[in-house]
């Protein structure tokens, strides 16, 4: 596998995995909206708490950089990204929805 299938690839799962989570926090967000005043408070306590927006954007803008890398930069640009990542996923996963 060359390199340009190799990141094409590798953009695709890790696009369909921040998409994944998107969905994810707007069905959170829609959640704290509709939910009565101590919820809400809740959950925006654990939005704020986890700053699972952020860390998505910040992931997004890695995917965005790696998309348009070559194959010199790729390998930084990756170890990069999967440190932001990994920090998504955990904001992702310890926000609980009900």
Do not use: C
Request: proline share 1%.
């Amino acid at each position: 596998m060359g390199f340009k299938e190799m990141k094409d690839a590798y953009v695709a799962k890790m696009d369909a995995q921040l998409s994944e989570w998107s969905a994810k926090l707007k069905e959170m967000k829609a959640k704290a909206e509709k939910a009565a005043a101590q919820g809400r408070i809740e959950y925006q306590q654990q939005l704020e708490k986890a700053r699972a927006q952020e860390k998505h954007e910040q992931a997004r803008r890695k995917l965005d950089e790696i998309k348009a890398a070559t194959e010199e930069r790729w390998e930084a640009l990756k170890s990069g990204f999967e440190g932001a990542w990994n920090e998504l996923k955990k904001s992702v996963d310890s926000t609980k929805i009900p």
